[in-house]
């Protein structure tokens, strides 16, 4: 039996959303909890201390990426993926099985894993639900991520039924590999996550749901969400589903997703949450805010003295105006994506503590209000 990683300390009484902490082996955890996404070993444009001095002691990897390049025996000789990127805190790594499902012409699905070609050089790899746990175990991970199988948006029925089905015995498989490594080595940490799947379809997320739990994960997650269905149809997922896991274990949403969706989701219960959109749009010219999201391109920024945003108290906007932003992007100057994914990621940073704080004081579903009240009201369109 796994030991329990995860302390719920409050739920709100108008709400399902709960205050929580992660128990890991590199790090305590506050939960809900927001994971700036690394793929590759880093969080692009910020220094793992950076993300340290923003209170982040969480971040996530990719065992598909990082098994093409550099390779997990280079970065298990390195001290595993804490020593090779300098990082103290927490990792959680995903399985890869999004991104190896999102290849199409370049694999092939069998019973036993999936055969499939790089996107860098087109060499030929084979991931099993066994080989992923090794992998992942290399790798140094604290959070494990079971090996699934996403079913794109939309599917029919069948097709989900059959994904859904060959996940449930892919997450036993690597559970029984989890757990006989485990057994013979001591030492290995690692904590091993389940993955419901189902697509959009509540019949079958349910069923998703219930054999997840049914394996007694440490933790568990909602996965093949946000992969082009409607924003209404994810979250009627999300509601659904969210309440079908243990109370007892973290709840994890995969890649998801705005602030908005976020303050949702943790309404329906969720504890965990990752995504590349703060460091994304951060490279891109976009800036979350606490009055909404900008677009620093638009010509109205040209000869904006003042701070992206006034009520962000961080180096970003303590020293740097809109204007200077907006000059540096148009330049192509690095440093422009330096600047807006450092503020993006330090927003979500706030977001989350002011979430944690109004579940302690039982007074969410007001934060969550006021959130909107100001967040929407000038909400820049072009953004």
């Given at each position: 039996?796994?030991?329990?990683?995860?302390?719920?300390?409050?739920?709100?009484?108008?709400?399902?959303?709960?205050?929580?902490?992660?128990?890991?082996?590199?790090?305590?955890?506050?939960?809900?909890?927001?994971?700036?996404?690394?793929?590759?070993?880093?969080?692009?444009?910020?220094?793992?201390?950076?993300?340290?001095?923003?209170?982040?002691?969480?971040?996530?990897?990719?065992?598909?990426?990082?098994?093409?390049?550099?390779?997990?025996?280079?970065?298990?000789?390195?001290?595993?993926?804490?020593?090779?990127?300098?990082?103290?805190?927490?990792?959680?790594?995903?399985?890869?099985?999004?991104?190896?499902?999102?290849?199409?012409?370049?694999?092939?699905?069998?019973?036993?894993?999936?055969?499939?070609?790089?996107?860098?050089?087109?060499?030929?790899?084979?991931?099993?639900?066994?080989?992923?746990?090794?992998?992942?175990?290399?790798?140094?991970?604290?959070?494990?991520?079971?090996?699934?199988?996403?079913?794109?948006?939309?599917?029919?029925?069948?097709?989900?039924?059959?994904?859904?089905?060959?996940?449930?015995?892919?997450?036993?498989?690597?559970?029984?590999?989890?757990?006989?490594?485990?057994?013979?080595?001591?030492?290995?940490?690692?904590?091993?996550?389940?993955?419901?799947?189902?697509?959009?379809?509540?019949?079958?997320?349910?069923?998703?749901?219930?054999?997840?739990?049914?394996?007694?994960?440490?933790?568990?997650?909602?996965?093949?969400?946000?992969?082009?269905?409607?924003?209404?149809?994810?979250?009627?997922?999300?509601?659904?589903?969210?309440?079908?896991?243990?109370?007892?274990?973290?709840?994890?949403?995969?890649?998801?997703?705005?602030?908005?969706?976020?303050?949702?989701?943790?309404?329906?219960?969720?504890?965990?949450?990752?995504?590349?959109?703060?460091?994304?749009?951060?490279?891109?010219?976009?800036?979350?805010?606490?009055?909404?999201?900008?677009?620093?391109?638009?010509?109205?920024?040209?000869?904006?003295?003042?701070?992206?945003?006034?009520?962000?108290?961080?180096?970003?906007?303590?020293?740097?105006?809109?204007?200077?932003?907006?000059?540096?992007?148009?330049?192509?100057?690095?440093?422009?994506?330096?600047?807006?994914?450092?503020?993006?990621?330090?927003?979500?940073?706030?977001?989350?503590?002011?979430?944690?704080?109004?579940?302690?004081e039982d007074r969410f579903l007001q934060f969550h209000r006021e959130f909107l009240a100001r967040y929407e009201q000038e909400d820049d369109k072009n953004a």
């Amino acid at each position: 039996m796994p030991q329990p990683i995860f302390d719920l300390l409050k739920t709100s009484s108008e709400s399902a959303a709960r205050r929580g902490r992660l128990r890991l082996a590199h790090a305590e955890v506050e939960t809900p909890v927001f994971m700036p996404v690394g793929t590759q070993g880093t969080v692009k444009a910020l220094s793992q201390q950076e993300l340290w001095e923003m209170g982040f002691r969480l971040i996530l990897g990719n065992t598909y990426h990082l098994h093409l390049r550099p390779g997990e025996e280079l970065i298990r000789r390195a001290g595993g993926l804490h020593g090779f990127i300098g990082w103290e805190g927490g990792i959680l790594t995903d399985s890869g099985g999004f991104q190896v499902f999102s290849l199409e012409d370049l694999r092939k699905i069998t019973e036993e894993g999936v055969m499939f070609r790089s996107h860098i050089d087109g060499s030929q790899h084979f991931f099993s639900p066994e080989s992923v746990m090794d992998v992942q175990f290399a790798l140094g991970s604290d959070i494990i991520m079971a090996f699934d199988e996403c079913a794109p948006h939309p599917s029919t029925h069948d097709y989900t039924v059959a994904a859904m089905d060959r996940t449930h015995r892919w997450a036993k498989r690597c559970q029984d590999h989890w757990q006989q490594r485990r057994d013979a080595e001591p030492n290995l940490y690692g904590e091993l996550f389940g993955i419901v799947q189902g697509g959009a379809y509540l019949d079958l997320r349910t069923r998703s749901a219930n054999a997840v739990a049914e394996l007694d994960f440490p933790g568990n997650a909602i996965g093949g969400v946000s992969v082009g269905e409607p924003k209404e149809t994810m979250f009627e997922v999300i509601e659904h589903t969210t309440p079908l896991l243990p109370t007892d274990k973290p709840r994890y949403l995969m890649g998801v997703g705005t602030p908005v969706d976020l303050l949702d989701a943790v309404r329906a219960g969720i504890d965990m949450f990752d995504c590349v959109i703060p460091s994304r749009l951060g490279r891109n010219g976009s800036a979350y805010t606490s009055i909404g999201r900008i677009n620093i391109k638009n010509a109205r920024y040209t000869d904006d003295f003042g701070p992206v945003d006034p009520n962000c108290e961080e180096w970003c906007c303590r020293n740097y105006s809109a204007a200077y932003i907006r000059h540096l992007y148009k330049c192509d100057e690095i440093m422009a994506a330096r600047i807006l994914s450092y503020h993006n990621v330090s927003f979500y940073g706030r977001l989350m503590e002011g979430i944690r704080k109004s579940i302690e004081e039982d007074r969410f579903l007001q934060f969550h209000r006021e959130f909107l009240a100001r967040y929407e009201q000038e909400d820049d369109k072009n953004a």
